[in-house]
């Protein structure tokens, strides 16, 4: 049997990539110089699949080294210690560079590229992965596939039944934590209410379990 490929040599590879930038397949290229980032180890037991870098996880090479990592962190109960911390945390973007903004100042959609040329194998190189957390809808439609809603709220509307399917790993979507989206937080409350003392509990289990196992 192959072994599974090593995540911190994919990473490696990732960091080098400049596929958006030198041969582009959708589209124009990537309009600056790409910076890939991407968090993680092949013991992380939490992924956060999340969109693409903006503008200061560029300039820092940090990821959501803004205040939607903030907000994150607040949804997921854990300090920056922790949140930060690659044997337990991954942190896989659909798209690894900042993708660029479009003429009304908001982040474009992640490179296309990004997650056909990297994707799967990043996933296989993360084998111990207890829970997968699907921020925005380009991840939500990439990891559930048919499963995913009419959108991106009446996905995350579905988060009990998404959570209870048996794959594994499990997976809960969500929504962006950019303090764009404080307009939706509004209109639906459940979100907050009940999906996040849900989200918390999980984290709080799952990192625990890794800590004991140590």
Known sequence: MDSLPNFDHLAAQLRACRICRDAPRYGTALPHEPRPIIQGSAAARLCIASQAPGTRAHASGIPFADR?????????????????????????????????????????????????????????????????????Q??????????????????????????????????LPLPHPSWRNNGWLKKNPWFEADLLPRLQTEVCELLQAADNKK
């Open 68 to 136: 939607s990592g903030t907000r994150l962190r607040h949804w997921l109960g854990l300090d920056e210690a922790a949140f930060y911390d690659a044997s337990k945390v991954a942190i896989v973007p659909m798209g690894s560079c900042f993708p660029g903004q479009d003429a009304k100042g908001g982040d474009l959609g992640p490179r296309r590229e990004c997650a056909e040329a990297w994707r799967r194998p990043l996933f296989e190189a993360l084998p111990n992965l207890g829970l997968v957390l699907l921020i925005g």
């Open 138 to 171: 380009y991840a939500q439609a990439w990891h559930l596939g048919s499963g995913f809603k009419d959108g991106l709220t009446e996905t995350v509307r579905a988060w009990r039944e998404i959570l209870a399917d048996p794959r594994k790993p499990r997976i």
